[in-house]
């Protein structure tokens, strides 16, 4: 009777490897760690936002990664050994290459693996997560904020007419001209509410005319325009990068957006104006792997418009691209609410930050 062989051998680290390949393809961070720690397999989003590479990350133990490593380990114990299928929990990602030994919030969701005691980590910034949220959120309320103006401007429309022609023909009626002045502004403003409306209805009326846009090139007329109206006090800035490639979409829906955006910032400015040191700076950047209405993009633009004002009231909060709300007396409000219907038609999102002496207004449109 022969004796037993040793147990079969298990697969090479490298042919495991191998065949995780498919997760580099993925935005996520992404890695297969046994349960002691061991790392089999992370992708590239991982080496990224550690800044090690896999080779490093497969000596290290993945516990280590984390600031809060205990809680990690028991959990994956738990997971590894049956307990749960899968589990999930809030951690900081240790970065070493980051200074001063800033850590990143994640959420850190840890399940099975069929026909194995290993376990995959798929781990998410806290932020970004966040982010993703907020504009799913400022997408459902823009939606509805354009149907109840296009409702409400429609009822509007009507009855306007109407005033404005009855008090043409009182004004044919009468002889005082004294009482003519009073069918005057009962006119006049019938056409300044008239003109409001069709300001509202504006952005669902005109066709999108879509074509091959350089941002550069909008973003140089916008910069003239605002030049022209201010010529004196404000700086402003172009950083540019150059690379960023032609991409389909409406060239003057995009004027007319970031150049709402830029005359605010002028406006905003009137203080640093007189003083003689307002600036506006227009930046483009592209962006990688972003995730826009739920879709994933491979590339995005970035256009930052920054300014040195006092910055967004906090009491307008994200209420800044509501319809018919400004913080400027005298004032439309809807400077910012048309821009952001513009660039939601490209498929992007608008946002900003702000605070005494630096607000950005970032726009991201897809390209790839």
């Known amino acids: 009777m022969t004796a037993a062989g040793p147990p079969a051998a298990r697969a090479p680290r490298a042919e495991e490897a191998a065949s995780y390949a498919a997760l580099d393809l993925l935005a996520t961070m992404v890695a297969v ?17 550690l800044g090690l590479s896999r080779r490093s990350m497969s000596r290290s133990s993945a516990f280590d990664w984390f600031a809060d490593a205990q809680t990690l380990q028991a959990t994956v114990a738990a997971v590894s050994n049956n307990a749960f ?52 959120r400022a997408l459902e309320q823009a939606q509805a904020t354009k149907e109840l103006i296009r409702n409400l401007a429609h009822e509007i429309k009507n009855p306007l007419g109407g005033i404005r022609g009855a008090a043409q023909l009182l004004e044919m009626e009468i002889e005082s001209r004294s009482l003519t002045e009073y069918t005057q502004v009962i006119i006049n403003e019938a056409d300044r509410l008239q003109s409001l409306v069709d300001r509202l209805l504006a952005p669902h009326r005109k066709p ?25 006090g404000l700086t402003t800035e172009r950083d540019y990068d150059t690379s960023i490639p032609e991409f389909r979409g409406d060239r003057e829906q995009l004027i007319q957006a970031v150049l709402n955006i830029a005359h605010n910032a002028a406006e905003a400015l009137a203080e640093r104006i007189e003083i003689g040191d307002a600036k506006i700076v227009l930046r483009t950047r592209v962006a990688r792997q972003m995730t826009l209405g739920k879709q994933r ?25 509501f319809p018919l709300v400004s913080g400027r007396e005298g004032g439309s409000g809807l400077g910012l609410t048309l821009a952001q219907t513009f660039i939601q038609q490209h498929h992007g999102t608008v946002e900003f930050e702000s605070e005494p002496g630096r607000t950005v207004f970032k726009i991201v449109i897809p390209l790839a």
């Open 33 to 49: 760690v046994t349960p002691e720690g061991e790392c089999i397999f992370a992708n590239s989003s991982f080496e990224n936002a």
């Open 85 to 136: 299928a899968t589990s999930r929990l809030d951690a900081q990602l240790k970065r070493p290459g980051a200074t001063h030994g800033e850590t990143l919030p994640v959420r850190v969701i840890v399940n099975q693996i069929d026909s194995s005691r290993d376990v995959v980590f798929e781990v998410v910034e806290i932020e970004q997560q966040t982010r993703q949220e907020r504009e799913e």
């Open 208 to 232: 999108h005319v879509v074509g091959n846009v350089n941002i550069h090139e909008v973003c140089e007329r916008v910069r003239a325009l605002i030049d022209a109206e201010f010529p004196n």
């Open 297 to 321: 993009y491979r590339l995005a633009l970035e256009l930052h418009i920054e300014d040195n004002g006092p910055g967004v009231p906090q009491a307008l909060g994200e209420r800044v691209f």
